[in-house]
Structures are given as structure tokens and as C-alpha cells.
């Protein structure tokens, strides 16, 4: 009982940017953006995903623009969360805006970065990745499921655009 009590002590002192790798986060997840989650009032980053961001438009392979951020890849998130709830974080660090940075699965293991991807809701990031992903991502594109089945602009490349800098995906 005191060993558990001094671990738990300890544990209490690290920086509040520290995350053990083996802590884990569960419970009800809900969608913030495409590649954003939140969790008993933790905000949640997906590791080595990158989902186009909420103003960001897509084209559509037929000559149509749509926005395929906010309206497509959140709302599809939220219909792939809600098939089994809960969703169980692996909780790796916290990023500089204070959210933590993880690689999640719903209740019934599959994992929600890896879909994300699969589905054509987000890229593979492999800045961060490593490249994990680029497998399925591979078959989403060579299927054109989701941003794949048209023209779009990197998220990162997007966001660096939107803020007038240069992009360092």
C-alpha cells in the first residue's frame, strides 16, 4: 500500500506536459474536428493524422467544391465513434497547445487514427506517423474514398496558407 501511495505522490510532481506512454484515457469521446476529440474535458490530438481543417474545401471529382474539413471528416468521425462507445486513448504527450497527442480505438478495438486514414478523412501524417498509415492510405487513394475522389490541398500546406507562412509538413 505505501509503494502504490509514493508511485501516485510521484506521479502527482511531474510536469504537467508529461505523459507516461502507458497512461490511457477512456470514456465518451466528442468530436471537436476531424482529427481533434475530446474526453472528460481533456482534449485529444490524433497522433500522425492530419484531417483537413474546418473552412478548408475539396474538390469533389465532378467539378463540385465541397467542405470537406468541418461538414465531412468531423461528422464522419463522429458516425465511426458512435458504433462502440467507449473510446480508449493511448495517451503519448501533450502538444503545445496543451491537448494531448494519442492513438485511440473504439470499444471494440478498432483504431480511430488508423480509419481515419483508411476512410480518406485525413492523411497520413508521417512527420509524425513515421509513415503507420501509409499502407491504407495508399488504398484510399488508389480508390478515391473521401478527399481522395478529387483534388485537395494538404491540411498542413492549408493551415500554413491560411497563416501567411511558409508550410513544414
Given at each position: 500500500m505505501r509503494r502504490s501511495t509514493a508511485i501516485l505522490a510521484a506521479a502527482l510532481?511531474?510536469?504537467?506536459?508529461?505523459?507516461?506512454?502507458?497512461?490511457?484515457?477512456?470514456?465518451?469521446?466528442?468530436?471537436?474536428?476531424?482529427?481533434?476529440i475530446e474526453i472528460s474535458g481533456e482534449r485529444i490530438r490524433l497522433l500522425g493524422v492530419d484531417a483537413p481543417e474546418s473552412w478548408q474545401t475539396c474538390e469533389d471529382g465532378d467539378g463540385g467544391i465541397y467542405r470537406c474539413g468541418g461538414k465531412e471528416a468531423a461528422f464522419a468521425l463522429e458516425?465511426?465513434?458512435?458504433?462502440?462507445?467507449?473510446?480508449?486513448?493511448?495517451?503519448?504527450?501533450r502538444d503545445r497547445y496543451e491537448r494531448f497527442v494519442a492513438t485511440c480505438f473504439r470499444a471494440d478495438g478498432r483504431g480511430v487514427?488508423?480509419?481515419?486514414?483508411?476512410?480518406?478523412?485525413?492523411?497520413d501524417w508521417r512527420k509524425y506517423s513515421g509513415g503507420e498509415y501509409a499502407d491504407v492510405q495508399r488504398v484510399a487513394r488508389s480508390k478515391g474514398t473521401?478527399?481522395?475522389?478529387?483534388?485537395?490541398?494538404?491540411?498542413?500546406?492549408?493551415?500554413?496558407?491560411?497563416?501567411?507562412?511558409?508550410?513544414?509538413?
Open positions: 510532481l511531474l510536469p504537467a506536459g508529461f505523459a507516461i506512454a502507458a497512461e490511457t484515457l477512456t470514456g465518451r469521446a466528442s468530436v471537436i474536428d476531424g482529427d481533434t458516425r465511426f465513434l458512435s458504433v462502440s462507445r467507449p473510446t480508449r486513448c493511448r495517451l503519448i504527450e487514427n488508423r480509419w481515419l486514414v483508411e476512410s480518406g478523412n485525413a492523411v473521401g478527399i481522395w475522389r478529387g483534388k485537395f490541398q494538404l491540411p498542413c500546406e492549408a493551415r500554413a496558407e491560411h497563416a501567411g507562412r511558409e508550410a513544414s509538413c
